[in-house]
């Protein structure tokens, strides 16, 4: 996935929190996006995903300029995985009508082909035994792992996973890093927003650091933890690594 942005801007009232953002980023595979809370991680990533309008600027994905008209918005947003740090499954459905919901609303696929495509992935993430429950009789950690399914089973140009563990105890954060790790192995692009320092450093081929509405520092995982340049990621580093 290869992201450039040119003097994107964004505010909220009278903040603003992505404030003239320009920038080609390399063509990567795995990008870790870490940085204070209120810096604009996930506000960057709702752009990206088509789920807010920048109020100017341009953000092209694959060379492709982004089009913020409603129609155009809403293709985008149905060629990309999302999974956010709050369990967005519906609480009304079981894990599998959850995967086949939309499947069948918004990709056009018969209840047959829906049903094959849910089944198989729910079994490649050995949820089966799970399909039939709703959200609430499974764990969170297993609930993000539907909710990863789900996103998955559109076959996504890419994904987009924002803190996908913040909610989760250190167990079911480790099965959620562990399938976002062989996601990557499996070659898809993603886009994690994500507080496991480890694991950006590790995981993640490309880091970009993001504070104060600006992409502050960005490189490649290791060297951007291992060599921070600005004073800002430095002390973030210093405050995040302390414990
Ligand atoms: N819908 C909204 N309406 C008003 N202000 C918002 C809205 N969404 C975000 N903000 C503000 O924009 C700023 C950036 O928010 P954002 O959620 O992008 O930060 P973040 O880096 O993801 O933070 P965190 O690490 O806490 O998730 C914050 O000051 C936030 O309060
Ligand atoms: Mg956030």
Redesign the pocket.
């Known amino acids: 996935m290869q992201l450039s942005f040119k003097n994107l801007m964004k505010s ?2 009278s ?1 603003r ?2 404030n003239d953002i320009t920038i080609d980023l390399p063509d990567t595979r795995a990008m870790a996006v870490i ?12 752009t990206i995903a088509g789920l807010e309008r920048p109020d100017c600027g341009q953000l092209s994905i694959d060379g492709e300029l982004l089009q913020f008209d409603d129609a155009s918005l809403l293709l985008h947003r149905r060629s990309i995985g999302t999974v956010f ?1 709050a369990f967005n499954l519906f609480p009304h459905l079981t894990a599998l009508e959850n995967i086949l919901l939309p499947l069948e609303q918004a990709h056009g696929y018969r209840h047959p082909e829906a049903m094959e495509a849910a089944e198989s992935i729910l079994k490649r993430f050995q949820l089966e035994g799970h399909a039939d429950k709703k959200p609430a009789q499974l764990s969170g950690g297993q609930q993000q792992r539907i909710a990863i399914a789900r996103a998955i089973a559109i076959k996504p140009r890419f994904l987009l996973f ?2 996908p563990t913040s909610a989760l105890d250190p167990e079911m954060t480790s099965e959620v890093l562990d399938i976002i790790g062989e996601l990557r192995d499996e070659g898809r692009d993603l886009l994690l ?1 994500t ?1 496991h320092m480890g694991f950006a450093r590790t995981a993640a081929d490309y880091c970009l650091f ?1 504070a104060d ?1 600006r992409i502050v520092e960005n490189g490649p995982a290791e060297q951007l933890f291992a060599e921070p340049k600005s004073k800002e990621l430095r002390q973030f580093l210093g405050r995040v690594m302390r414990y």
């Open positions: 909220y009232g903040r929190v992505l940085g204070p809370s209120g810096g604009g991680k996930t506000t960057l990533l709702r740090q924002d803190e927003v507080h993001v509405g």
